[in-house]
C-alpha cells in the first residue's frame, strides 16, 4: 500500500525484456532505506518487488501483464521514474490509498499554467472514468492528485509547485501516456451500488456510507 506521496526519483539504469516479462535495474538512494528483498516499491504507480539490492541500485521483476497495462513497457535507460516505498503502518497517510495495481493508461492533452499551479488535462478509457471523481483522488504516474474537474473524455488535475519540483510529472509533454489508478473508495462504491452505468458521484458515495 502506498499513498501517493513520492519520496525519490530514480533513474533505469538496465531493461531487460524477456518473452514473458522484464527484469528492471532501478538507480535510487532514499527509497532504499531500510528496504530489503521482497519489499514493495511503487516505480510510476506501479507496485514492484524488490528482488535485489545493490550499492544504490535495486532490481525487480516485471510482469507481461504489467508491461501491457502500464506505461513501464515503455520505459529506456536512463528514463527518471517516480518512487515511493509502502507506507508503513505507522505513518502519516498524506496523499491517499494508492495500492500500485495500475487501472490503465491515460494520455495527456493539455497543459497550461493556472497562477502557481499548473494544470494537466488527461483523457483515459470510458470504464476508468468511472472511477473518477470531481474533487476526488487520483494516482498519475503514482503521485497522488485531485481532480480538479471532470471532461467529456478526461479529467483535469491541478498540481502545485513541489510536486512539479520533485516527481517527474515536468518532463511530461502533450501526447505522453501517464499509469492511472482511481481512487480505491469509488471502486468499492460502484461496485457495492451493483451499476457501473451511474458511474461515481458524490452523491452515490455518500449513499454507500463515504
Not at 498540481?159 to 482511481?182: F, K, M
Amino acid at each position: 500500500m502506498f499513498t501517493g506521496i513520492i519520496e525519490e526519483i530514480g533513474v533505469v539504469e538496465c531493461i531487460v525484456r524477456k518473452t514473458d516479462g522484464a527484469n528492471i535495474v532501478i538507480r535510487a538512494k532514499t527509497v532504499l532505506g531500510g528496504t530489503k528483498t521482497g519489499d514493495s516499491i511503487s516505480v510510476n504507480g506501479v507496485c514492484l518487488t524488490v528482488t535485489e539490492i545493490g550499492k544504490e541500485l535495486f532490481t525487480a521483476d516485471i510482469m507481461g501483464e504489467t508491461l501491457r497495462r502500464s506505461t513501464l513497457g515503455k520505459l529506456s535507460v536512463n528514463v527518471c521514474v517516480d518512487l515511493e516505498r509502502a507506507v508503513r503502518a505507522d505513518g502519516r497517510l498524506g496523499g491517499h490509498i494508492v495500492t500500485g495495481h495500475v487501472d490503465g493508461m491515460g494520455r495527456i492533452v493539455g497543459i497550461r499554467r493556472d497562477g502557481i499551479a499548473v494544470l494537466y488535462e488527461i483523457t483515459a478509457d470510458r470504464n476508468l472514468l468511472r472511477g473518477v471523481v470531481e474533487k476526488g483522488s487520483v494516482a498519475v504516474d503514482g503521485i497522488s492528485l485531485t481532480v480538479a474537474k471532470k471532461t467529456p473524455r478526461g479529467f483535469v488535475v491541478s498540481t502545485i509547485p513541489h510536486t512539479l519540483e520533485n516527481t517527474v510529472l515536468p518532463s511530461r509533454r502533450v501526447g505522453d501516456e501517464v499509469n492511472l489508478e482511481t481512487d480505491i473508495i469509488g471502486k468499492y462504491a460502484v461496485a457495492q451500488n451493483g451499476s457501473e452505468r451511474r458511474g461515481v458521484s458524490v452523491e452515490l458515495l455518500a449513499e454507500c456510507g463515504f
